[in-house]
């Protein structure tokens, strides 16, 4: 072995969804930011949408990583994602608007794949079935792996488009033009964007131009000095695009070892994969849901709702919560769930598909993907079920659990949520604590954290990374 081997100071942990998206992940990272120094993103694109309560109000951003009112951290933005820089350039607008200057803090590989216009027109006219987010990420990265096509090259880095964007721009303008000349129909208003968007990129990359950074080796110097990164993953690992369910998945990889490809850093850096849960589960999009309430027939009024254009407005109309949530029609619960718990796409206003919390998966992913600890999310929303038939917490259970005890779903006590205080994790109610030990034990991961509300305040933390050996608790 050679004696020049000089000590790693760093390291990376990589937190992902368990699920399937909105698990609550920025909210997570804005809990954990103070312990890193730089949080990256490895993965998807402007399809990712995170909620973060910031000091002037709650925003919405897709693209630039969760940490962003952590002044002390850095950002960087991995070259597996895909770059919407017009959005990106409202983003990047957003938050120097609220008085945060990204100078020095925010770097994006100059490899990250573009966007681009005939991305859009493909995803907007070919994404029925799968129920794309429409932001054109998920033909942005076949042409990443197509390179060129009828002549043109379609492939575009991000270095590309800041070295000669005169000659980009034409090929972009003519490979959008072919998409549309398949079409049938009235395309005026796909070509209108296609102009709008090609008279304004020349603006976008000159924003976008100072926070690029061409050294691939910017992370890994970084960490090799000690700086500790935390990878964000955008999507979730039900969405992967193998280890999900083709073709209900978006385009890129969400699993963690996936973050030492996009995110630009050597794998020798990795300490401990965080996964990200939530306790009323949700799917937005198409695609199998094992514990949906509501099963076939919900999944069709999710279908018929996209279609209608029909959300949160329109079912505040139509029903009463409060009622839906007495009923024994399990459609019925997921709509009322749903209603009082928020669900509605961050991005596309969608309403989500709502399903009980799925052990039997969580296991599976944990396993699969050595998650080594986990945050669960929206456990005070379990508190509703107490209104509804089952009186109690239902959870699906593991096949293991559910062969050995003959019931496939199990009814934990319930809690009383008034006097709880988060910063106190060990004064929990008992049937709370309960709750945690079931799902641990179910799972096979400690549950490190447990969200009881949407503040950033209202995680009750059973204890921070690196203070607890973690392999005891793992079974
Ligand atoms: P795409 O990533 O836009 O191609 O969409 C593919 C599938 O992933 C659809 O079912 C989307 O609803 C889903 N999806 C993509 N991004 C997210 C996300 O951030 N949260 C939840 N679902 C997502």
Redesign the pocket.
């Known amino acids: 072995m050679s004696a020049n081997i000089s000590p790693v100071r760093g390291y990376a942990d990589v937190l992902v969804g368990l699920q ?3 698990e609550g992940k920025a909210k997570v990272i804005d809990l954990i930011a103070g312990d890193y120094d730089i949080i990256a993103r490895f993965n ?1 694109g402007a ?3 995170h909620t973060i309560d910031a000091p002037a109000g709650r925003v919405v951003l897709q693209q630039v990583p969760s940490g962003v009112f952590h002044p002390h951290t850095q950002l960087y933005i991995g070259s597996g994602s895909a770059v919407n820089l017009w959005k990106l350039k409202n983003e990047l607008d957003l938050v120097e608007a609220g008085g945060i200057d990204l100078t020095g803090r925010l770097f994006i590989s100059d490899r990250c794949a573009v966007v681009q216009p005939a991305h859009f027109i493909i ?1 907007e006219t070919n ?1 029925e079935d ?6 054109g ?2 033909p942005c990265y076949a042409d990443r792996a197509s390179r060129v096509r009828n002549g043109i090259r379609v492939n575009v880095q991000l270095r590309d488009l800041l070295a000669d964007p005169d000659t980009v721009m034409a090929a972009m303008r003519a490979s959008a033009e072919a998409e549309l000349s398949r079409l049938a129909g009235d395309v005026q208003h796909l070509r209108e964007r296609l102009d709008a968007s090609i008279t304004s990129l020349l603006d976008c990359i000159e924003r976008v131009r100072p926070f690029v950074q061409t050294d691939r080796g910017y992370l890994g110097r970084r960490v090799a000095a000690g700086a500790r990164v935390l990878f964000e993953g ?3 690992l039900m ?1 992967d695009v193998v280890h999900g369910d083709q073709p ?4 890129s990889h969400t699993v963690p070892a996936y973050a030492y490809v996009g995110g630009d850093l050597s794998p020798q850096y990795h300490r401990y994969t965080i996964g990200v849960a939530k306790a009323v589960v949700s ?5 199998p849901f094992p514990s949906e309430l509501g099963a076939e027939r919900a999944e069709a009024y999710f279908a018929a709702a996209c279609a209608a254009g029909r959300g949160k407005a329109e079912e505040n109309i139509d029903y009463r919560p409060e009622e839906l949530l007495r009923s024994a029609d399990p459609m019925d619960l997921g709509i009322a769930l749903r209603m009082l718990t928020h669900e509605y ?1 961050s ?2 206003g969608r309403p989500r598909r709502i399903g009980l919390l799925d052990l039997q998966q969580l296991r599976e992913m944990v396993g699969l993907f050595g998650v080594d600890v986990v945050y669960l999310n929206k456990v005070d929303c379990l508190a509703l079920y107490k209104e509804s038939v089952y009186a109690g917490i239902p959870v699906r259970l593991t096949a293991e659990t559910a062969a050995r005890d003959g019931e496939q779903v199990r009814i934990l006590p319930s809690f009383e949520l008034s006097a709880v205080d988060p910063a106190a994790p060990e004064l929990l109610p008992k049937e709370l604590l309960a709750f945690r030990s079931v799902v641990e034990q179910e799972i096979g991961a400690p549950v490190i954290g447990v969200g009881l509300g949407p503040e950033r305040d209202r995680t009750a933390q059973f204890f921070r990374l690196g203070e607890h050996r973690l392999q005891e608790t793992r079974t």
Do not use: E, P
């Open positions: 399937y998206g909105d998807g399809n990712a949408g995803d994404s799968i129920g794309t987010t429409k932001n990420v998920g955008a999507q979730s969405l209900y998945v978006t385009a799917r937005v999009g198409n695609g796409g991005g596309t």
